[in-house]
Every structure is written in C-alpha cells, then in structure tokens.
C-alpha cells in the first residue's frame, strides 16, 4: 500500500520568504514522487517529479524538493516566494507495478504582500 | 489547443438525473483515468483504464460507471446523481512508462 502525508492543509508566507511545504510518504517499494500545483480555476499541473535518478530534484517556477529516503520525505521549497505563486499544491506517490497516483489532501499556500 | 479536454466544464443536474461526463486527448497516451476532487480531501481515483479493452475500478467507483470509446476518449457517467456526487472532477492521461500524468481542466459538477 502506498499513502501521502502533507502537514499543513494551510500555509502563509511573506512575500520574498522562503516557501516549505511538506510532504511525506509510505511505500513498500521504491516510489516515484511528484509534487503539482492547481491554480485557481484550473487543473493540475506537474511542478516536479522524482523517479529514482537525481534525489535533489529541480522543478519548473524555481521550485525544488529533495527526496530523503531515511525521512520517508519529498519536501518541496523555493527560496522566495512571489505573489504569483500563490495556488494549492498536492504532493503525490506512485510505484513501479502499482501504476495509480496516490495523492495527498493538499496544501493551500497563501503569500502576504 | 489543450492536450486534455472535458465537457461540459461546469454542470449543474437534479438528483435522479443520468449525467454524462466527457474527456478527450491528443497526446496519444493509452493510460486514462478520472478522479474527483473535494476539499481538504485532495484527489481520488474513480476509475482507470490502461487501453481500450481495460477498465478498473478505483478506490471510489460506487455511483460511477465508465465507457472508453476509443483511444482518445473516456466517459464518466453518474447514473442516477445524488447530491453527494457534487465536487471537482478530473480526467488524466499518461503513457506506458507512467513518468506523470496530465490532467483537464476539469468538470464542476453540482447536484441539486
């Protein structure tokens, strides 16, 4: 069975601040990880993704997560935030043989002028 | 043009009515799948099919039913809407190597 965990359904940060948003896993064999962002009124859309190569793994918008093995994590951090980053963000776990996403319950990131 | 489509894009149905749900895609892909989206539960997997002859159940698929009319095509059908049934719905598509998937825009769906 696999399952993600995000901590924080709501998360504010100033603008200009460093952005962390977390993420945490469950897999019986080695995941692949993913994190995508749903701007309002939108679908989702694919920020980045981890599949066993690279375990610093650099996304689209500045955005970038680590995954941690001994952490069972797939944090997801920008060094500063901007207004336009403003949007929900869902982590995501899948694996070799159990080809489904199973996603998180989201993370709503707020920016403060 | 969008690589994934669905229609309509906001749907607003009595209870008791059949409503049917439309996805289309230009990316070539076999794999398609729908979820739907509720807050603060993220997203849920309703049903899946890998090709054209392959249609399984997700985690939520009581309610639901699915018609996969061609490569391009994946159907969600609600045969008899209750208001419960109100949420988000997406569809996705991805290839065999499953690196990501690529989502619509979505259905907004409510049931009166």
């Known amino acids: 069975a696999q399952s993600v965990t995000q901590l924080g359904s709501h998360v504010s940060v100033s603008e200009g601040a460093l952005v962390l948003l977390r993420c945490n896993y469950s897999?019986?064999?080695?995941?692949?990880l993913f994190w995508y962002v749903q701007y309002p009124n939108q679908g989702l859309q694919l920020l980045l993704k981890?599949?066993?190569?690279?375990?610093l793994v650099k996304g689209i918008n500045g955005f970038e997560a680590e995954f941690k093995k001994s952490e069972t994590s797939f944090h997801l951090t920008k060094p500063s935030a901007h207004m336009s980053d403003a949007a929900e963000y869902f982590c995501?776990?899948?694996?070799?043989?159990?080809?489904?996403?199973?996603f998180g319950t989201g993370t709503r990131l707020t920016i403060i002028p | 043009d969008a690589d994934v489509t669905q229609t309509p894009r906001n749907r607003i149905t009595k209870t008791g009515k059949r409503i049917m749900l439309e996805c289309s895609q230009t990316?070539?892909?076999?794999?398609m799948y729908w979820y739907r989206q509720d807050p603060g539960l993220g997203l849920r997997l309703i049903y899946y099919?890998?090709?054209?002859?392959?249609?399984n159940k997700g985690e939520i698929s009581d309610g639901y039913s699915v018609s996969r009319q061609a490569q391009a095509k994946f159907s969600l059908s609600l045969e008899s809407a209750i208001p419960n049934q109100t949420a988000l719905y997406f569809c996705?598509?991805?290839?065999?190597?499953?690196?990501?998937?690529?989502f619509g825009p979505g259905t907004r769906l409510t049931v009166t």
């Open positions: 897999s019986s064999v080695p995941p692949y």
């Open positions: 981890y599949t066993s190569a690279a375990t």
């Open positions: 099919s890998f090709d054209v002859k392959d249609i």
């Open positions: 990316k070539g892909h076999d794999r």
């Open positions: 995501a776990v899948s694996s070799f043989g159990n080809e489904k996403l199973t």
């Open positions: 996705a598509t991805s290839d065999r190597t499953f690196r990501e998937q690529y």
